[in-house]
């Protein structure tokens, strides 16, 4: 049974150093989310509001639920990579093409599992699809969380 390609272009220190990373993020998106469903669950405890009262707290469960589903896909990515780690020799490698995915990449994305030219690709369907919904604006909405 012949594998995937190995990895040759990450040494042991920058492997480790990404799934660190990894990690690091789980527990972190993970704890945020925790965090964020008991905040929701104080909210609901309220009586004798008025109607714009509940009309604010809509809007604000409904930006936090839309933000919520956006940590949970990250998540999910994160989890995906873990697996990909713990599981495969691919992870460092592009799913599209299996070209190497440089270390500085990984380093700023360590969820990357494109190669910067399939990535590109990708985004240009994605932006016919979707209008531009990118997903370097999505790496900006999880640093701003980083740093709150
Ligand atoms: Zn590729």
Redesign the pocket.
Known sequence: MSKSKKITHLNKKQYKFLEDKVLAEIERIENKLATDKTHLELNKDSSGRDEVDSANDDILKHTELRFQTRETLYLKKLKKTRRLMLETDEYGL??????E?GFQRLQARPTSD??????EESERDEFQNFHGRKSKSLGQQINLVGRA
């Open positions: 592009c799913q599209d093409c299996g070209s995915i494109m190669c910067i030219a399939c990535k």
